[in-house]
């Protein structure tokens, strides 16, 4: 008799165990189902955003981005063109941690472009043929015409900087966890401007 209580009582406490087990393992399972919903609903969300941009104090034009979050595999298969320009860098995907690409365009209106006559000698003939130049802090342009030809030299100076934010998840006025990131790029041009912008998260 004695014996059989003993049998009951460790065959309880075996069952509590697996219970106990049991339902964490559910409960691990049902939150790593929800996190990787969110995220695709997330990359969903993201997809479908076009780029935000606005200025900051110093009227420097900003772009901003909400991050897609891909697994290597999804990296790969779905992100094919960037993986490609991954391997054109000799890097190999699995050591990536994220992946980012912007495109920028450069407009210059320029009223005044001072000409002036530059002399040379070739084949022992003096000639002449007419020059210009311009810069300021972003721009240089010099060249020259001859014979309704130009030749020269254009140099843009640009400087971007990038920033990469956590966006929590919000309970009323309570914020907690991880909702998704978001890129913002500068441009400390101000003859430039962000038309794209792309950045990849890639999950570990």
């Given at each position: 008799?004695?014996?059989?209580?003993?049998?009951?009582?460790?065959l309880?406490i075996?069952?509590?165990?697996?219970?106990?087990?049991t339902?964490?393992?559910?409960?691990?399972?049902?939150?790593?189902?929800?996190?990787?919903?969110?995220?695709?609903?997330?990359?969903?969300?993201?997809?479908?955003?076009e780029?935000?941009?606005?200025?900051?104090?110093?009227?420097?034009?900003i772009?901003?981005?909400?991050?897609?979050?891909?697994?290597?595999?999804?990296?790969?298969?779905?992100?094919?063109?960037?993986?490609?320009?991954?391997?054109?860098?000799?890097?190999?995907?699995?050591y990536?941690?994220?992946?980012?690409?912007?495109?920028?365009?450069?407009?210059?209106?320029?009223d005044?472009?001072?000409?002036?006559?530059?002399v040379?000698?070739?084949?022992?003939v003096?000639?002449?043929?007419?020059?210009?130049?311009?810069?300021?802090?972003?721009f240089?342009?010099?060249?020259?015409?001859e014979?309704?030809?130009?030749?020269?030299e254009?140099k843009?100076?640009?400087?971007?900087?990038?920033?990469?934010?956590?966006?929590?998840?919000?309970?009323?006025?309570?914020?907690?966890?991880?909702?998704?990131?978001?890129?913002?790029?500068?441009?400390?041009?101000?003859?430039?401007?962000?038309?794209?912008?792309?950045?990849?998260?890639?999950?570990k």
């Amino acid at each position: 008799m004695e014996h059989l209580k003993d049998f009951t009582k460790a065959l309880s406490i075996i069952l509590v165990i697996l219970l106990v087990a049991t339902l964490t393992l559910e409960y691990c399972s049902n939150k790593k189902l929800k996190q990787e919903n969110e995220r695709l609903s997330n990359n969903q969300m993201a997809l479908s955003k076009e780029l935000y941009e606005y200025r900051d104090r110093e009227n420097y034009l900003i772009a901003e981005v909400q991050t897609l979050q891909f697994s290597k595999d999804e990296f790969m298969q779905i992100a094919s063109d960037e993986a490609e320009e991954v391997k054109t860098l000799q890097k190999k995907v699995k050591y990536l941690q994220s992946y980012s690409e912007q495109r920028l365009v450069s407009e210059y209106k320029i009223d005044t472009v001072r000409l002036y006559d530059s002399v040379f000698i070739k084949d022992s003939v003096i000639d002449t043929v007419q020059c210009f130049d311009y810069s300021d802090n972003y721009f240089q342009m010099y060249g020259c015409i001859e014979e309704n030809k130009y030749t020269g030299e254009i140099k843009c100076f640009d400087t971007l900087i990038q920033t990469v934010e956590r966006i929590p998840k919000k309970f009323l006025f309570i914020k907690y966890g991880t909702k998704g990131f978001k890129q913002s790029i500068k441009s400390k041009n101000p003859h430039s401007k962000i038309t794209y912008a792309k950045h990849i998260e890639i999950k570990k």
